[in-house]
T-cell receptor
Framework: KAGVTQTPRYLIKTRGQQVTLSCSPI?????VSWYQQTPGQGLQFLFE???????NKGNFPGRFSGRQFSNSRSEMNVSTLELGDSALYLC??????????????FGSGTRLTVV | AQKVTQAQTEISVVEKEDVTLDCVYE???????LFWYKQPPSGELVFLIR??????QNEISGRYSWNFQKSTSSFNFTITASQVVDSAVYFC??????????FGKGTRLHILP
């Protein structure tokens, strides 16, 4: 059974640009969550989608957005990139909407570098 | 507010030694879940264990064991007879009523051959 797949693995963007990251959950999983990992702030929750609806949101500016498609695949978008957005972005999936309490399966992440 | 504290930023031990990773949490929820995840150099977070707030039984899985004590709000993780492959960053995490996982800052574990 394939795990959580995130593409691309590495990305370099320039300040001011926008970026879209993709996450394909485990087959049958309907909940997808996104986390940002930086050395300074650690792992921070961005948002969670379940059945194409945003169910939970962290404390990030509106430049960070996401969506989920009918096949449960999810994308997150960051507009007007800043240097501080450089991070490892991790996607996690679970079968139910109570993913956090059940434990997620994480992907390997997309490492975004903003220059 | 919920909080997870992993006071040990980095630990180095020689292979075959036992090592304990500390985790202290804060929450006002009566029902909550505690987790440990391992992050190897490849980057993905690997789920190790989940514990709910009503189950204080210690758990052992091979060389891994976990000690959950509500009285001290701690959920410590011990690796017995450590191996080089155990080298990674380990995260303790908490999920409560809002169903968001809050992670600690992580402990980087180096197992020296």
């Amino acid at each position: 059974k394939a795990g959580v797949t995130q593409t691309p693995r590495y990305l370099i963007k320039t300040r001011g640009q926008q970026v879209t990251l993709s996450c394909s959950p485990i087959s049958g999983h309907r909940s997808v969550s996104w986390y940002q990992q930086t050395p300074g702030q650690g792992l921070q929750f961005l948002f969670e989608y379940f059945s194409e609806t945003q169910r939970n949101k962290g404390n990030f500016p509106g430049r960070f957005s996401g969506r989920q498609f009918s096949n449960s695949r999810s994308e997150m978008n960051v507009s007007t990139l800043e240097l501080g957005d450089s991070a490892l972005y991790l996607c996690a999936s679970s079968f139910t909407q109570q993913g956090a309490s059940r434990g997620y399966t994480f992907g390997s992440g997309t490492r975004l570098t903003v220059v | 507010a919920q909080k997870v504290t992993q006071a040990q930023t980095e630990i180095s031990v020689v292979e075959k030694e036992d090592v304990t990773l500390d985790c202290v949490y804060e929450t006002r929820d009566t029902t909550y879940y505690l987790f440990w995840y391992k992050q190897p150099p490849s980057g993905e977070l690997v789920f190790l264990i989940r514990r709910n707030s009503f189950d204080e039984q210690n758990e052992i899985s091979g060389r891994y064991s976990w000690n959950f004590q509500k009285s001290t709000s701690s959920f410590n993780f011990t690796i017995t007879a450590s191996q080089v492959v155990d080298s990674a960053v380990y995260f303790c995490a908490l999920s409560g009523r809002d169903d968001k996982i809050i992670f600690g800052k992580g402990t980087r574990l180096h197992i020296l051959p």
